[in-house]
């Protein structure tokens, strides 16, 4: 019998934290595919324990752009804040959500859970039934992939303070804690 040759072959780089920073998967007969991560200087955001937190960092990113920009904060497991990802960029009043796009960096940075935020550029922070609904097809993916939404923070210029509107604060939305699902 001929030796045959192994049809997939997956590579790993590890960092000195012994967390993978490059990964690559090879087929035989196709390209090899890389993916990395570059970590960009960030400002040192704050741990979030509270809307008003999230709702702070996400004021300067996208409260004030003319179209809908959806934000995703990628969380750790201490509820420390790993980075900002636009993940979606619309019109006046929609941002065209996609399931994949808002997942893609979470999962790729280990995140244990995320916050999602977009803006209404109207100034008017209250959520459309669409805004309750998307979040709601978030959360249930996040379930699947056992990463926690902890809110949906919507932020809205106004001429005297910024304002927000916290869906899990307001109770609109299913937010589940994965910690209490597991006991």
Known sequence: MAHQKSLFT???ILGDDGKTIVG???RADA??????IVREPR???PRIDCPSKAAEILFPIIASEDREHLAVILMSTRNDVEGVHIAAIGGLNTTGWSIPGIFKVALLCNSAAIILGHNHPSGDPSPSPEDVHMTNQVIAAAEVLRI???DH???AP???GDVYYSLREQGKGNF???TKQAE
């Open 176 to 178: 589940v804690s994965l």
């Open 148 to 150: 926690e939404v902890l």
């Open 10 to 12: 997956v590579t790993n």
């Open 31 to 36: 390209p090899t595919l890389r993916v990395a």
């Open 158 to 160: 106004d001429p005297e």
């Open 24 to 26: 690559s998967f090879h």
């Open 153 to 155: 923070i919507i932020v």
């Open 43 to 45: 400002p040192d955001y």
